[in-house]
């Protein structure tokens, strides 16, 4: 899976993040554009690029429709470093509020990005990003990945080598860890471990993206295969294989059909 975006009971969850953008203040039109690319870019679990620049989405790149008996709400985003191939993010709609409201701004937009504010694409990043800098900083907001384990090997001399053989690649040695477990390895070195925890940061507008997994891994049980998918993430090459997994790509034209087979690989999981 991908394993890097859990958070720990310190970290804000999704809930309090979601009250944060709801509760923003609105002073201008150009606030409430931005709320909007907020609420866009948590839900599909974006990438700036995907709001403002060469991948950024057009009004009539959303459609409500029904998928699995259920009417749903799905974008279709055009995937950062992925050439702007399509991807599916669909989401049920009576469950997802934030998705009817922009469905809204997208069907009056139809032929524009709905989050143009007039300036240029980098202008427009650097408003964003400062206007979500102050929002999250103002409210205390910040972000930590969970602790992880660091692997490190060290030297052993001959006396600590329980035994050899040879293996495909030539000598392996069965060595024992300092937590009394053993391993065959190729070397004679033996494995410590090391847990990290990462420092606390100030939660930016790519921790939307990473906080959008969370939610999909925690609270909808989406799997590996399944993030990758709604993200446009490549998927794992053993997983491709499987029959189950085809049409699971971001997809080169803006083609629904096509679009709808994707998101039926995770959709149930919402319901």
Known sequence: MTQSTKYN??????????????????????????QSALKYLYITAGRLAEVYGDYS????????????????????????????????????????????????????NRNQNPFDIKQEPDTSRKYLQSKAK?????????????????????????????????????????????????????????RSVEEIVPDRKPFRLMHLREQREVELTQKYNF?????????????????????EWRDAEPIPEFNMEGLIKRAQKYFPNFL
């Open 57 to 108: 989405p057009l009004g009539r790149y959303v459609e409500r429709l029904d998928i699995n008996g259920v009417t749903a709400i799905l974008f279709a985003v055009r995937t950062a470093r992925r050439e702007g191939h399509f991807r599916a993010v669909a989401v049920p709609e009576k469950q997802e509020k934030w998705a009817s409201d922009l469905f809204d701004l997208f069907n009056v």
């Open 134 to 190: 102050e929002l999250f900083k103002e409210h205390g907001h910040s972000w930590r990945r969970k602790a992880y384990k660091k692997y490190n090997y060290e030297p052993v001399d001959e006396s600590e080598v329980i035994c050899t053989r040879l293996g495909m690649y030539g000598t392996e040695y069965l060595i024992q860890d300092d937590d009394c477990s053993r391993a065959w390895r190729p070397e004679m070195k033996k």
């Open 223 to 243: 799997n590996d295969a399944q993030v990758r998918i709604y993200q446009g993430i490549k998927l794992d090459k053993r997983a491709s294989l499987f029959s």
């Open 9 to 34: 009971e310190n970290s804000p969850n999704p809930t309090q993040t979601r009250h944060l953008i709801d509760n923003m203040t609105i002073k201008t039109k150009r606030d409430e554009i931005f």
